[in-house]
């Protein structure tokens, strides 16, 4: 088992810039790869972002390229994902996910997560 718990969303204004954090507990040692995704009202969770535990690649949703950076701290057991020049369209409620099964490309995939935090609230208003 992993426990992973969120931390850092709130209300930003349309351009601003936000920081997430994820610390994982638990079977730690398990995890191959860690990522965001997001659930905005009446959609389906999608992935945001993701990294290899071990060598640290990074995947990135087209939607976030260039705007959103993930990365990891090993030590900690912590991911993070700094937001900058936040949409609208970003307004979601954000997701730690862990997995011990995804290894390149795949963590793209929801279904090669196996754990999840509880999420936190991004608002993004105009």
């Known amino acids: 088992q992993v426990q992973l718990v969120e931390s850092g969303g709130g209300l930003v204004e349309e351009g601003d810039a936000l920081r997430l954090s994820c610390v994982a507990s638990?079977?730690?040692?398990?995890?191959?790869?860690m990522g965001w995704f997001r659930q905005a009202p009446g959609k389906e969770r999608e992935f945001v972002a993701g990294?290899?535990?071990?060598?640290?690649?990074?995947y990135y949703a087209d939607s976030v390229k260039g705007r959103f950076r993930i990365s990891r701290d090993r030590l900690a057991n912590r991911v993070s994902l700094q937001m900058d020049r936040l949409k609208p369209e970003d307004t979601a409620v954000y997701y730690c996910?862990?997995?011990?099964?995804?290894?390149?490309?795949?963590?793209?995939?929801?279904?090669?997560?196996?754990?999840w935090g509880r999420g936190t609230q991004v608002t993004v208003s105009s």
């Open positions: 996910g862990s997995s011990g099964r995804a290894y390149g490309l795949d963590v793209n995939e929801r279904d090669r997560y196996d754990f």
């Open positions: 638990g079977s730690v040692r398990s995890i191959n790869a």
């Open positions: 990294i290899i535990w071990s060598h640290g690649t990074t």
